[in-house]
């Protein structure tokens, strides 16, 4: 082993004597996150890739981030959560650093979108724009002129889901690259530049995609060619390949191009009549296509009968006359011209979404969500994709998470990441589990489809219950009968409701609706309370249904190299981390934890 994978540094580092004990009153020496420190310090030297599953309490962040920041080497870290990259940024980095004073250079890098556009904020004041978003124009107008890194974030004024933002940002289409006349205030090359410089970059897994997606178009790159990657929350990766790989196509980004094609034809085409009728039957194309589509989710057959597939036909034919006009008019600006590439981009990704027999390649589907609309083709075998673009990338690459083994072993997660060979190390999470959890599977429900079944659901957790104060959190809102009205159970309180999205969530817990016994207060779920935890089904994938049968025509065939994706696997992989959140809570270490699997 390497003098940098030396165990004896590491249980020295993070050992009982680890400066780090004297910044955490909590602090507890693991054997479990000094090897594990070890194998990533040695990968990092020696280079190779390493699979190393840590159950949740491991200490994983230490483990993979301390032997980073001492490596002496640019190391890029990816996550799958924007939480897990702000516990990074703002806890656990500066917690590192303050133990062991560093002058190291830390960036937290973001996609494109979230950072302002100056030309596009300037383009939009120019043209105006109606109702609210006129008000959250202004403000980010007097923003733009303090701030220093153009991180959206900073202007805590204006909504997230404000319809201002895709007006004052810029995405992959309508960015104008060198011929914009703002690049040098541009924040986005400004903060790739600072990621140029720093030696740790924290991303997320869609920016990191992102790269590597340029990269294999030889389209320039996102990230900078460092040393090594460490890939957090490394289960997420294969589906996030696929998808990203895939082809997508959403009615936003039609409707972006037919307004941005008006201001440009408003600013340097104003004469040209054609044209602006051309946008508007555009316009009017998409707007009927969105309208002839139905709530949900099915499977896209371009050459269907049905409404949908009659009115993307009929885009399809406004799409060509107005791109070979914006074609012949791009000479008369740089915004006409660069409408024009977004056309042949987007008329080659609506002729792919169009062409039929594709079936056995991939999984194409319509997604309705409010009053967006989206198409999807999604590749069904990523380990190709993940050998050729991000393996062949860095020198030394590490894929962590708190599940990544099948059956106790790395042999299929090798082949869903295209592996040949790679270091594996499985460190196990510090839980007496017999001791601290208890799993209870009735097996007297009715069928899920019974209309007894959600009231059995209900009244299942009562028959394990032995403490007399307790709360029992409920995954899904579907279990609750009506989201209107307070609930009552025999010997239980009034019990108030509350829902992802509209109350937030306690620190490490996903839970949809708690349900407080006996008055006993949510507070005491981390006091030494006993817990319970229901789930009415083992969580899946939302697009699994698609997606499953054609694998499994894959899989008859005997597909060379495509591993089926075990949803009941990743089924079980799920709920094992949100168990071992539920037994981590601080304070219930010593009561027992019971999960109901409904």
């Known amino acids: 082993m390497s003098a940098a994978g030396d165990g004896a540094v590491w249980a020295d580092l993070l050992g009982a004597s680890s400066p780090l004990a004297a910044l955490l009153p909590e602090f507890r020496a693991r054997s479990q996150q000094q090897e594990m420190a070890a194998r990533v310090a ?71 979108s979230n950072y302002l556009c100056p030309y596009r904020l300037q383009e939009n004041l120019r043209a105006g724009v109606a109702g609210p978003a006129q008000r959250d124009l202004l403000r980010v107008a007097d923003w733009a002129g303090a701030t220093r890194e153009g991180d959206i974030a900073e202007l805590r004024g204006v909504a997230e889901d404000s319809p201002v933002w895709p007006l004052v940002t810029s995405t992959r289409d309508n960015c104008l690259g060198t011929d ?34 340029l ?59 054609e044209l602006r009728a051309l ?106 994709t993940l050998q050729r673009h991000l393996f062949s990338q860095y020198a030394a690459i590490l894929l962590t998470s708190a599940t990544l083994r099948i059956g106790g072993e790395f042999t299929q997660t090798r082949k869903l990441f295209g592996l040949q060979q790679s270091e594996d190390f499985f460190a196990a999470a510090p839980f007496d589990y017999p001791q601290q959890a208890l799993l209870y599977l009735p097996s007297d429900l009715p069928e ?31 279990i609750v009968p009506c989201r209107r009205r307070r609930l009552f159970f025999p010997n239980a309180c009034a019990i108030p ?35 319970c935890r229901v789930r009415r089904c083992l969580p899946s994938s939302s697009t699994s249904c698609l997606l499953l049968a054609p694998e499994i025509r894959c899989c008859r065939r005997g597909c060379s190299g495509f591993v089926p994706r075990a949803e009941t696997h990743s089924a079980i992989c799920r709920s094992r981390r949100r168990l071992s959140r539920c037994v981590r809570v601080p304070g219930v270490s010593s009561a027992p934890s019971e999960i109901v699997a409904c």
């Open 42 to 112: 040695k990968t990092l030297a020696d280079g190779g890739v390493a699979l190393i599953e840590a159950g949740t309490g491991t200490g994983k962040s230490f483990a993979y981030l301390l032997p980073a920041l001492r490596s002496g080497k640019q190391v890029i870290v990816s996550t799958g959560s924007r939480a897990l990259q702000d516990q990074l940024i703002e806890k656990d980095i500066p917690l590192l650093r303050r133990a062991w004073p560093q002058s190291l250079r830390i960036m937290r890098l973001k996609g494109r």
């Open 180 to 213: 914009c006349p703002e690049q040098s205030r541009c924040p986005v090359l400004e903060a790739r530049r600072q990621a140029q410089e720093a030696e740790l970059i924290v991303v997320n897994h869609h920016l990191l995609l992102s790269d590597l997606a």
């Open 215 to 273: 990269k294999a178009e030889g389209k320039g790159d996102l990230l900078p060619t460092a040393n090594g990657l460490i890939v957090d929350e490394a289960h997420q990766l294969p589906e996030l390949t696929a998808q990203f790989f895939g082809q997508h196509l959403s009615a936003h980004r039609l409707t972006e191009w037919g307004r941005d094609s008006r201001v440009a034809a408003q600013s340097e085409a104003a004469d040209d009549n």
């Open 279 to 384: 946008i508007q039957s555009w316009e009017h194309a998409v707007l009927r296509w969105q309208e002839s589509a139905g709530e949900g989710r099915l499977e896209w057959r371009p050459d269907d009968d049905t409404p949908l597939a009659q009115r993307f036909r009929e885009l399809l034919r406004s799409a060509e006359p107005l791109q070979e006009h914006l074609r012949a008019v791009a000479v008369r600006g740089k915004a006409l011209e660069q409408c024009s590439r977004r056309g042949e981009e987007l008329q080659s990704v609506l002729a792919h979404f169009a062409a039929p027999g594709l079936e056995e390649q991939e999984v194409r589907w319509c997604e309705r969500r409010g009053r967006g609309l989206l198409l999807h083709a999604t590749p069904l075998d990523p380990a190709e």
């Open 448 to 478: 899920p489809s019974s209309p007894r079944y959600t009231a059995a659901c209900l009244e299942t957790p009562f028959r394990c219950w032995k403490r007399a104060a307790a709360v029992l959190f409920f995954f899904s809102p579907a």
């Open 497 to 531: 409701c509350w829902y992802r999205g509209r109350h937030p969530e306690p620190a490490c817990w996903s839970v949809f609706v708690p349900l407080v016994i006996r008055s006993c207060s949510v507070l005491r779920a981390f006091g030494r309370a006993s817990t």
